[in-house]
């Protein structure tokens, strides 16, 4: 059984010309707690509907009425709202009308003298599909407030990872530029000390030739060092550019960009990097995402074999072709995770580092890109005295 529920404070603009009739049905009308707003004729309902003064949601007349009939008014109405429910009231079974009330879209219609039990009935069936309607785009109303809320959140998340990867990316930077540098400067000093000191005897030609050939020796290493300054800020650029654009490539090349950003901070942990590169498919991957995701991968094993001080620590990266794609694999040997924390560590804002250590968006943001950027999967397993990550990425 339909709700009755449902009528309650729906505003109903009803034309009829009889009074009595229209008094009755009236009075009936506000015991279901509709409101009802009553024309004589179909002139005078048309010019109601047309002022626009109050939401109707519903149209209740007769068919024979003076000045403009009922069918003529809901023909009028209908080139304004060609939605809005529609019920007539008629003492007349004519085919004529029956076959108009249909070319208008009308709901439906309740012979006179009127039973209330079954305009109840017509009233609930023509205002429900109305109603429902209006809630729906209501919600969706409501829904799209809610998406724009996440697309939202997911930018500063975006944000967050950024920043989050530029911090460790100094750290980075400062590690690989800490040799070079000092090279550089004792290169510098040697030239200094050479020439300050008189070590060579210019008046010979002797000296001269020691002279000029340790100076080119010292001036080619500074060169060299420079050069790889230069090739590091290459690297560090090149990640944090935004350009998305599709790139064919083997997967390789971007993993090897990602060690090749991170491997100094890696030696320095004496962490071992074992290499298995088996894929030789290509497929379109936005390469600097990807680059990302290996990185943030990388640093959290990491971290996690600073945190427990583990010996022996290890890293092993697969590759290897499938059926519809490839799959790479990230092996630790850093410690399994807490079974009562696996189905959550690709939550936003979910961490098991130390709390000054943690952000709780790297693997977010990884799982958004492989899985909504790439359109693939991403998942982790406890695997031996550690945890393997799962990348697959389908040939597209």
């Known amino acids: 059984m339909i709700n009755n529920k449902i009528l309650e404070n729906i505003t109903v603009l009803y034309a009829e010309d009889e009074s009595i009739i229209q008094k009755g049905i009236t009075e009936t009308l506000n015991l279901f707690e509709i409101d009802v707003i009553c024309a004589k004729d179909g002139q005078e309902g048309l010019s109601i509907f047309k002022s626009g003064e109050k939401k109707i949601d519903l149209i209740l007349t007769d068919i024979k009425m003076p000045k403009l009939d ?46 209330i039990y079954k305009l109840e009935e017509c009233l609930i069936k023509a205002i429900e599909p109305k109603v429902l309607r209006e809630e729906l785009i209501e919600k969706n109303k409501k829904l799209e407030i809610e998406i724009k809320k996440n697309e939202e959140k997911q930018k500063v ?183 009562k924390n696996i189905d959550f560590i690709f939550e936003p804002y979910f961490s098991t580092k130390k709390e000054k250590n943690g952000t709780g968006i790297g693997l977010y943001m990884s799982k958004i890109i492989i899985e909504k950027n790439h359109h693939g999967q991403i998942y982790v397993t406890n695997t031996k005295d550690g945890v393997t990550f799962s990348i697959i990425l389908e040939c597209v």
Do not use: C
């Open 70 to 115: 009922g069918l003529e008014m809901i023909k009028k109405i209908r080139e304004i709202d060609k939605d809005i429910p529609v019920i007539v009231t008629t003492a007349h079974q004519e085919t004529t009308y029956l076959m108009q009330s249909i070319e208008l879209n009308i709901s439906s219609y309740v012979l006179k003298p009127i039973d």
């Open 157 to 339: 998340m975006e944000a967050q990872s950024r920043f989050a990867a530029m911090g460790e990316m100094i750290s980075m930077i400062a590690h690989q530029w800490r040799q070079p540098l000092a090279s550089i400067g004792t290169a510098s000093f040697n030239l200094k000390y050479k020439l300050l000191s008189g070590k060579f005897d210019l008046e010979t030609k002797q000296g001269r030739d020691e002279q000029s050939e340790f100076f080119t020796n010292k001036l080619d290493e500074i060169e060299f060092y420079v050069q790889n300054l230069t090739t590091t800020i290459d690297d560090f650029r090149n990640f944090y550019k935004t350009d998305k654009i599709l790139v064919l490539e083997n997967i390789e090349k971007p993993i090897k960009n990602a060690l090749k950003i991170i491997q100094k901070d890696l030696q320095t942990n004496n962490i071992e990097v074992i290499l298995d590169f088996k894929s030789e498919k290509k497929i379109n991957i936005y390469e600097n995402e990807i680059i990302h995701v290996i990185i943030n991968l990388l640093k959290n094993a990491q971290d996690k074999f600073l945190e427990k001080e583990i010996k022996n620590s290890k890293i092993e990266v697969k590759t290897e072709d499938i059926d519809n794609g490839i799959k790479i694999e990230i092996y630790d040997n850093g410690g399994g995770i807490e079974e």
